[in-house]
């Protein structure tokens, strides 16, 4: 796992907008014709890679034509057009202002008949466009990745999810506040489907974060923290912002921001 260290929140997103359009750009030119698989996340975290990525999209330097697109969960109940769910949250703040194919965009539904049978065809989907290349995601301050809450197994797939009073409440800042209004249940990507990514890019901010990023870097594997699992991960990057990083020991600081270092020379 690398550990990227940026001075502030807008210079973690710059990078890891530069980042994953780095890779897109590469891959077309490389597979040209192939799909790049991309998945993404919501909340507050992706915010402002989602920004950049859009002025890099403005600037000419990155299209989104054969770009693919699998979102990591969705809540039960919402419909795509309620102002809180997951369908609207990707379209206002990313998909409506670059130049992705609507027909390339999978998002969970939350109002699925068949809840089960919605779940397995994700899977099937994401199969059947060959896997994800690069999963983005956030982290909650649990430490959970997507909605795979404390518990939740490591070698879980695409399905329903109870959320936790802690996500509820965190989550309520969406909700005006109001963490009786955050549904109880989320469809979500299992913790065996992002490892199964190629890549895996996680943002993370803030001092609220920072007791889950010491048990995620620092601690062992563990289903409590359950984005952990990204230590047994090939191809891992968490990149996050000084505040974030206050639990870590000065040791662990120094040790990822050395190999960056070296990273940059090269
Ligand atoms: C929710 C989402 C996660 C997200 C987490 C953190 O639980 N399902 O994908 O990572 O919130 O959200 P934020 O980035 O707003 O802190």
């Not at 202002?97 to 109002?111: A, E, F, K, V, Y």
């Amino acid at each position: 796992m690398r550990l990227i260290i940026q001075p502030d929140y807008e210079r973690a997103s710059r990078w890891t907008a530069e980042y994953i359009a780095k890779k897109i750009t590469k891959h077309s030119k490389q597979q040209a014709g192939k799909p790049f698989v991309l998945g993404l996340p919501t909340g507050s975290s992706p915010l402002g890679t989602y920004r950049e990525l859009i002025n890099i999209h403005k600037e000419g330097r990155l299209s989104f034509k054969s770009v693919r697109t699998f979102n990591m969960d969705e809540y039960v109940g919402l419909a795509p057009d309620h102002p809180q769910s997951y369908h609207y949250f990707m379209m206002e703040n990313f998909f409506n202002h670059i130049d992705i194919d609507r027909r390339h965009i999978h998002i969970l539904n939350g109002m699925a008949a068949d809840i089960e049978k919605e779940c397995s065809l994700y899977e099937e989907a994401i199969a059947s466009e060959g896997g994800i290349e690069l999963f983005l995601g956030g982290m909650g301050s649990d430490g959970h990745i997507a909605f795979n809450e404390p518990g939740s197994s490591l070698a879980s797939r695409t399905r329903i999810k109870h959320l936790t009073p802690e996500t509820k409440e965190d989550n309520a800042r969406f909700f005006n506040g109001d963490k009786t209004k955050v549904p109880d249940t989320a469809l979500t990507v299992g913790v065996g489907t992002v490892m199964d990514a190629r890549e895996v890019v996680i943002v993370v901010n803030g001092r609220n974060k920072a007791r889950a990023l010491r048990a995620v870097v620092e601690e062992g594997v563990n289903h409590m923290w359950t984005l952990s699992c990204l230590q047994m991960h090939p191809k891992a990057i968490i990149v996050c912002d000084e505040d974030s990083t206050e639990e870590l020991k000065v040791g662990t600081v120094r040790y990822f921001k050395n190999i960056q270092h070296e990273f940059d020379k090269i």
